[in-house]
């Protein structure tokens, strides 16, 4: 039996492959536990310097495991508790990661499949990719950070009309949107994908892991904390072996 998720490292960059197809990559138990897994084993790696992840198959993820939420021998919350406290300790750790994250959504994603495809800092997907939340259509509510992830990209009225209304949103509109960040053919997105987060994983990490903490607390700061902030950081770069090398000579 093949491992429901793939982890592999080319040189500083790490790759997290979805690796069940036939299912569309559901977020099952077996699923749930690899992710976890996988993401602790990466944060424990400090060679690692940039995260892609991605899916095998036509589909990047279909949310969670319908056929498990059907288990008669179980509660209905035992289930969910079951599946959604590993994925939510994964993502935990992905948000707090300093080095710089790429998803490319291959084709279809829909309910925790969502923040998992748009927990990153950077989005592609291919042409292909169309993204439902699904949720209140079975009665439930967002998780994996889903709600949390569109809200922050795309504001909290169009958070609203995609759980609510659970319609179909095209690439092009999810580009729109601010959900995605480039678009590639379906048979481009794979190679464009890794090549971004190849030249990610050779940049200069220090710089990488400030501009995103920079990023990340801007919207709890005053502009006054900001400015220091940004002094601070700017001022211990400037002495970082990365800006010497950088430095412009006349």
């Known amino acids: 039996m093949s491992s429901p998720l793939l982890l592999e490292h080319d040189d500083a960059l790490a790759i997290i492959t ?7 990559n559901v977020l099952d ?10 993401v602790e084993k ?7 310097r940039a995260l892609l992840i991605t899916a095998n198959g036509k589909h990047f993820c279909a949310g969670g495991d319908i056929h498990s939420m059907q288990d008669p021998t179980r509660s209905l919350p035992q ?13 935990a750790v992905l948000s707090e990661m300093s080095i710089p994250i790429v998803s490319a959504i291959n084709g279809p994603v ?16 291919s042409d292909a990719m169309k993204l439902r939340g699904g949720y209140s259509a079975l009665g439930l509510t967002p998780d994996v950070g889903g709600s949390w992830f569109v809200t922050q990209r795309a504001g909290a009225a169009i958070a609203k009309e995609i759980f609510l209304t659970n319609r179909a949103i095209s690439a092009a509109e999810c580009q729109k949107l601010g959900l995605v960040d480039a678009i ?37 700061n005053t502009l006054e904390q900001h400015l220091e902030m940004e002094c601070n950081f700017m001022l211990a770069s400037g002495e970082s072996a990365d800006a010497v090398e950088g430095r412009p000579i006349k």
């Open 29 to 38: 138990l077996a699923m749930a536990q690899a992710l976890a897994a996988a």
């Open 110 to 125: 829909g309910g925790g499949g969502i923040g998992l495809a748009l927990c990153a800092d950077l989005v592609l997907a």
């Open 18 to 24: 979805l690796n069940n197809p036939a299912r569309a």
């Open 42 to 48: 990466i944060a424990s790696q400090p060679g690692v």
């Open 79 to 91: 289930v969910l508790e079951e599946l959604i406290r590993p994925i939510h300790a994964a993502l």
């Open 184 to 220: 590639h053919h379906d048979t481009e997105l794979a190679v464009a994908a890794r090549k971004l987060a190849k030249q990610l994983s050779q940049g200069p990490s220090l710089s990488q892991a400030r501009i995103k903490t920079l990023i990340r607390e801007a919207q709890h």
